[in-house]
């Protein structure tokens, strides 16, 4: 949930909020070509272009999506990839957003307002221009399943739709499932109430840089669980 400057190798601070999201939808087992293309979705407050690669660009993004972008496109899985959702913030090296704004909090269920600082929710549910295009784009193709990754605490947070999903990414990366305390104004939890019989959930990569094992587990554990809920 990036900037015109290529994107690193490696996974960004544990600052970043929304570093990355990684939308499967299974359905495109039915489509009839695999596709490579890009798309911008908009514009930050500071102009940097927030992108979507519906299959992709390696050498636009991280190692974790280069991995899941690696050959042929897949005929059971339609990939979208947001690879960074708050570019301003990455820029910056903060967790917010240009205006301040936590863009996990300022989703619109179960919003609250907040004091500024570290997780200051915006003014108001949605008003953040990062958080309406990634509204916008999971209205848009509708996933059937969601993988938020954040950073540092190295576990795969528990949310409320199909467990099994979550409990078998979690086995097959080697990280713990928990259930964190209930947040307000979350990306997840926007998307598990307004999309029903859809899972949205975050994984919480490990601090510091990300090794290409790592990534391959986690690449292949996004797409085991779209095999499976095909």
Do not use: C, K
Request: proline letters at 8%; zero cysteines; a positive charge.
């Amino acid at each position: 949930m990036p900037e015109a400057p290529r994107a690193s190798l490696r996974p960004r601070r544990s600052l970043a909020a929304v570093a990355l999201a990684i939308l499967l939808w299974p359905g495109a087992a039915f489509a009839a070509e695999p596709v490579d293309e890009r798309e911008i979705l908009g514009e930050t407050y500071e102009d940097r272009p927030i992108r979507v690669l519906h299959r992709g660009d390696p050498e636009e993004v991280t190692v974790l999506v280069r991995r899941l972008l690696a050959g042929e496109p897949r005929r059971f899985v339609d990939l979208w990839i947001v690879p960074a959702l708050n570019p301003d913030g990455r820029a910056a090296r903060t967790r917010q957003n240009s205006r301040g704004v936590d863009l996990n909090r300022n989703f619109p269920y179960r919003w609250e307002p907040s004091e500024r600082g570290r997780y200051y929710s915006g003014r108001r549910p949605a008003s953040e221009r990062e958080t309406r295009i990634a509204m916008r784009l999971i209205e848009r193709i509708r996933p059937e399943i969601t993988i938020w990754y954040h950073q540092p605490l190295g576990l795969v947070a528990r949310s409320g739709r199909d467990v099994r999903l979550q409990r078998r990414y979690a086995r097959l990366v080697g990280l713990p499932l928990v259930r964190l305390a209930r947040l307000h104004g979350t990306a997840t939890s926007w998307s598990n109430h307004g999309y029903r019989g859809t899972t949205a959930f975050v994984v919480e990569l490990p601090g510091g840089a990300l090794r290409p094992r790592e990534a391959r587990a986690h690449a292949n554990a996004a797409l085991e669980l779209a095999r499976r809920a095909g």
